[in-house]
Structures are given as C-alpha cells and as structure tokens.
C-alpha cells in the first residue's frame, strides 16, 4: 500500500520534473533547482516507511505476528 502511494507521488512529482527539466534547458538554468522536490518526496517516503517499521517492531514484541505481518506486507506492497 504505501509502496503504491510512493510510486503514485513519485509519478506525480516526476512529470512535473520533465517539464521542469525541460524548461531549465531551454532557460539554460542548472538541473540542482529540481534536486529539493525529489529529496522532499524522498523524505516522505521514508518518514512513512520509518513509521510502518516502528509499529511493526512494536507489533512483534507484543508476540503479534498477524499485525507485524500486515506491516510486513505494507513495506513490501502486497495487497490482500
């Protein structure tokens, strides 16, 4: 699931990057300006990610594996 919700954002903010990496060519502007909105969406995902991990150890010190499996699953992106 949050794989998905990445790959959604990243496709998002990708276009927007081609385009802007379009314009910088023909404005002769450095391609550094597009680095900030890759790196906040890196961010992002990996706050989200931390989150997901954390619950999950939670989950398996409290013996249990049905919810950390669920996590498991969510990191992965398999859908049930």
Known sequence: MIATEAAQTLQVHESGLI????D???QSKS???NVGGLLDIAIEIAGKRRDILSRMRT???NRDDLEA???ARQLCGVEL
């Open 31 to 33: 391609p550094a300006t």
């Open 19 to 22: 385009s802007a990496n379009q």
């Open 59 to 61: 989950a398996l010190l």
């Open 69 to 71: 499996l669920d996590y």
């Open 24 to 26: 910088s060519k023909n």
